[in-house]
């Protein structure tokens, strides 16, 4: 379904819709779309905080996802949980935590022609957001799989890198659409 002003859905009002028949009403209720939350200004500058930490991150990323190892060789190891905390998934302080939630809330003080891009950038944003986490948590693991070295690690921090940035650059679009 296509987001517009006038058939707006919440996410969860989707999952309804789509997973009637398998679930249970009591366990998914339905909440009209038009009770969703408007969000002031001051609390969507958060948003505006963690674009400002995604940048800072992918202008450092080998430094902030680098650290020496403390093998005799001095070797250095690949840090990529940083990249989860960058991203709003360790804490749920961080300027990102439920972003896709908080741009969804959003929603009514965007423009009505920006609204379609609007909307895209928030499917890329939670899309993006949750793929480059799920990089940065295999690339965690890369040198203990099977088959796995610090060349899987680095083959899949790199594909989290790439996923940040198509992240960041759909959280600037729905950040310039707002204003913020």
Do not use: C
């Not at 450092?60 to 990529?80: C, F, H, I, Q, V």
């Not at 480059?132 to 899987?152: H, I, L, Q, T, Y």
């Not at 790439?162 to 659409?177: F, G, N, P």
């Amino acid at each position: 379904m296509h987001y517009t002003r006038e058939n707006k859905i919440r996410r969860k009002d989707f999952i309804w819709q789509i997973s009637a028949p398998f679930v249970l009403p009591v366990l998914l209720p339905s909440v009209p779309a038009n009770a969703a939350q408007s969000v002031s200004k001051e609390k969507l500058t958060r948003l505006h905080l963690g674009l400002d930490r995604l940048d800072y991150l992918l202008a450092n990323w080998k430094k902030l996802t680098t650290s020496k190892n403390t093998n005799e060789y001095g070797d250095y190891d690949r840090t990529p949980v940083i990249v989860m905390e960058y991203m709003g998934f360790k804490s749920t302080d961080d300027p990102l935590f439920n972003a896709e939630k908080l741009l969804i809330q959003a929603s009514d003080l965007v423009p009505n022609d920006r609204y379609k891009e609007y909307a895209e950038a928030i499917d890329i944003w939670g899309q993006k957001s949750e793929e480059a986490n799920g990089m940065a948590f295999v690339s965690s693991w890369g040198e203990a799989n099977p088959g796995g070295g610090k060349d899987r690690v680095e083959i899949f921090i790199e594909r989290a890198r790439l996923e940040v940035v198509q992240a960041r650059d759909a959280l600037k679009i729905a950040v310039d659409i707002l204003g913020v």
